[in-house]
């Protein structure tokens, strides 16, 4: 018999200083029986990096052709797709495809170098993709303060972020491998 996902609750206050950005969200993730604490925690982040009314988390691992997370406006185009992990290249192609922004926050200590070495050439000509790393020790660190129900402050200011939950602070310097061809387009129209 198949193993049912764990329904996990977050309290997110989001503080995004570069974005103007202040908003609690109630969030409910549904963590697949193969999903670590640590991908879970790189999804929180992802969704407090690019937190918004119309952010949603997709339907997780097990389906095909979603996002770990994404955005739509209301006719249903997808305006950000956003991945978490090393995804593969011929996916992250055919997101760039369809949506407006492609973000990957990708994990994983030195297997996201090997990854990125032989992504990059082909990453360089897709202008709505955005490719940034969190390093090792911080991803390490958010797996150890996940639960099933969480409240987390996230605050970014400068493109640094701090993730605290009353009793730990984690201090998060994203990597970028790879910025949009436009920094002023930010996928709001």
Do not use: N
Not at 6 to 21: E, F, M, N, P, Q
Not at 42 to 62: Q, V, W, Y
Not at 71 to 90: F, H, K, S, Y
Not at 140 to 163: D, K, N, P, W, Y
Request: proline share 3%; aromatic share 6%.
């Amino acid at each position: 018999m198949a193993q049912k996902s764990t329904i996990c609750k977050a309290s997110l206050a989001v503080a995004d200083i570069d974005r103007g950005y202040y908003r609690d969200h109630e969030l409910t993730i549904a963590r697949h029986p193969s999903e670590t604490d640590e991908r879970m925690m790189i999804r929180l982040l992802a969704f407090a990096l690019h937190a918004d009314e119309a952010l949603e988390f997709g339907r997780g691992l097990s389906t095909e052709d979603e996002p770990d997370a994404w955005r739509r406006d209301l006719t249903g185009a997808i305006l950000q797709w956003i991945e978490v992990g090393l995804p593969d290249e011929r996916e992250v192609r055919k997101a760039c495809g369809r949506a407006r922004e492609v973000h990957v926050l990708a994990y994983g200590g030195r297997a996201v170098d090997l990854w990125w070495q032989g992504a990059r050439e082909k990453f360089a000509r897709q202008d709505q993709l955005a490719v940034a790393e969190v390093p090792f020790e911080a991803s390490r660190a958010l797996a150890q303060i996940a639960a099933r129900s969480m409240r987390l402050q996230v605050t970014i200011q400068e493109g640094h972020l701090l993730v605290a939950d009353g009793a730990t602070s984690i201090p998060v310097a994203l990597r970028v491998l790879k910025s949009l061809a436009d920094p002023s387009a930010d996928g709001r129209g």
